[in-house]
């Protein structure tokens, strides 16, 4: 039975009450680059308007595979092994459809991003989860993701840099996965929209680029949080041209073809000035240095400190153990939305899911809020 998302819950519940601090959603509050604006105004202008090709504008899938060239390390034929698609939440479902049959397993790496768990059980397969220790800062090795394999074993998810955790994999931990995947015979699908936004000496690697994984992976990207493009739903996938013949034929089934305009918008976002992806990152990196240090005032509070994404994933079980009725009572009490983590799975269970996507002085009243509905807490609790 599908849950609802955790994240879509928290900001119904809110969504009619007053003086509320949002620390739940993952949304970056910066208005789209004026360049990519510009391109999009400049393509409805010019009637560009249709459909286009249904895996998206040639010209934006070879802006797409230079970059992963360059960037990724990743060389794909844009004729036929990318595909632009309607965010990157469209991809993870057309790959579980197109590669899980009914009772198929597919490994998610615990904490996940809902989607991945739920699109697993569309597809009639079941979700396996394999448990990440923030202890080991949530770090694979090959040894405990092969306990979780069986013979009805087909897929694993990854999101890299995580979502909720904020973590980036190491070489060491995506060549595990690889391991393991080339071993079993797996397909990995790398979900890598949040790549450009990582701090400190966090690097980022694409399995794609691992040796001999190229016909096992399917890398997927998108524009929404690195050029703050959340509500034009476009992003891209790319995979040896078997995995895409596949992923092809149901893209046109779900959704035909990308938004035009968006289509246009994400070339300019491209092929355009990089500054703005570097500017939103410094704030970015400003606003998680001033969230740490806020969460570092409240007692008994440990969190592995975020590398990558605008999310950090505290755990709150010290002072109370059901992350959902922390999460409730802080929305109700303190007047401060965040993401229960048990909605991510398992191993989120007792976290709450903080996003720093919001202004700077959202991150300091809403922590100031956390802090104090803490404190008076354990000061009621101690008077009884």
């Known amino acids: 039975m599908l849950k609802p998302s955790a994240i879509r819950r928290m900001l119904e519940l809110s969504a009619e009450m007053r003086d509320v601090i949002h620390l739940e959603q993952g949304e970056p509050d910066f208005v789209t680059p004026k360049h990519i604006l510009d391109a999009a105004d400049e393509a409805m202008r010019k009637g560009f308007t249709h459909y286009t090709e249904i895996d998206g504008m040639l010209t934006l899938r070879q802006a797409i595979a230079e970059k992963l060239e360059k960037e990724n390390g990743i060389a794909v034929d844009p004729r036929n092994e990318v595909t632009v698609t309607s ?8 790959t579980a459809l197109g590669f899980l049959n009914r009772g198929d397993e597919a490994l998610i790496l615990d904490p996940y991003y809902p989607a991945c768990f739920e699109d697993t059980l569309l597809a009639e397969a079941k979700p396996v989860n394999v448990p990440l220790n923030p202890s080991r800062e949530y770090e694979v090795n090959a040894e405990d993701l092969e306990k979780h394999v069986t013979r009805r074993t087909r897929l694993v998810w990854l999101c890299n840099p995580s979502n909720p955790t904020g973590h980036v994999f190491s070489r060491q931990s995506l060549e595990a996965i690889a391991e393991v995947a080339k071993k079993h015979d797996l397909i990995v699908f790398s979900d890598e929209i949040y790549e450009k936004i990582v701090y400190d000496s966090a690097k980022h690697f694409s399995i794609g680029s691992l040796p001999n994984m ?15 493009m959340t509500g034009w739903r476009i992003g891209y996938m790319a995979a040896h041209k078997k995995l895409s013949a596949t992923l092809r034929k149901l893209h046109y089934y779900s959704a035909l073809c990308a938004n035009a305009i968006s289509q246009k918008a994400a070339l300019a976002a491209l092929t355009g000035s990089q500054k703005c992806v570097q500017d939103m990152v410094a704030e970015y990196a400003k606003r998680r240095k001033l969230m740490l240090n806020e969460l570092d005032k409240i007692d008994s509070l440990p969190y592995t400190t975020p590398k990558g994404a605008f999310y950090v994933f505290p755990d709150f079980s010290k002072h109370q153990s059901s992350d959902e009725e922390l999460a409730m009572r802080l929305l109700k009490e303190a007047k401060v939305v965040t993401a229960p983590g048990s909605g991510f799975g398992k191993a989120g269970q007792g976290h709450l899911r903080i996003s720093y996507s919001v202004s700077s002085k959202q991150v300091e009243e ?8 803490l404190t008076n807490k354990t000061e009621t609790s101690s008077e009884k």
């Not at 890398?219 to 690195?226: D, W």
């Open 366 to 373: 809403g922590i100031k809020r956390i802090r104090d509905f």
């Open 87 to 94: 965010g990157s939440q469209e991809a993870m479902f057309i």
């Open 214 to 228: 190229e016909e096992r992976t399917i890398t997927v990207n998108g524009f929404s949080k690195a050029y703050a």
